[in-house]
């Protein structure tokens, strides 16, 4: 079974910065991709980044030029290095997984609980 637990987020002022973490653990499965989403109050859950086994990335408009996406393939751990936020980031942000059992060769969906952001301005 693959289990996702995140960290890294806090309270920070607008403008500031925060590094979220999200490591893998578990066996008998490998990685396609690994990505961010995020859940504001009052709205529906949205894609953030994603980053592939390769290093391949894609944002959001909203966040491109102000947060980093990276990976530590070793370590089964991906970052999101988030940079000049704004009171708009403020949500709960959910680390996600695609990958493929080796043992049932099913795609794995998982899921992170989710870190808090808070941004005041």
């Known amino acids: 079974q693959v289990q996702l637990v995140e960290s890294g987020g806090g309270l920070v002022q607008a403008g500031g910065s925060l590094r979220l973490s999200c490591a893998a653990s578990g066996s008998g499965f490998s990685i396609n991709v690994m990505g961010w989403y995020r859940q504001a109050p009052g709205k529906q859950r949205e894609f953030v980044a994603f980053?592939?086994?390769?290093?391949?990335?894609n944002y959001t408009d909203s966040v491109k030029r102000r947060f980093t996406i990276s990976r530590d393939n070793a370590k089964n751990t991906v970052y999101l290095q988030m940079t000049s936020l704004e009171p708009e980031d403020t949500a709960v942000y959910y680390c996600?997984?695609?990958?493929?059992?080796?043992?049932?060769?099913?795609?794995?969906?998982?899921w992170g609980q989710g870190t808090l952001v808070t941004v005041s301005s």
């Open positions: 996600h997984l695609n990958g493929l059992s080796r043992y049932s060769y099913n795609t794995l969906h998982v």
């Open positions: 980053i592939t086994s390769g290093g391949g990335t």
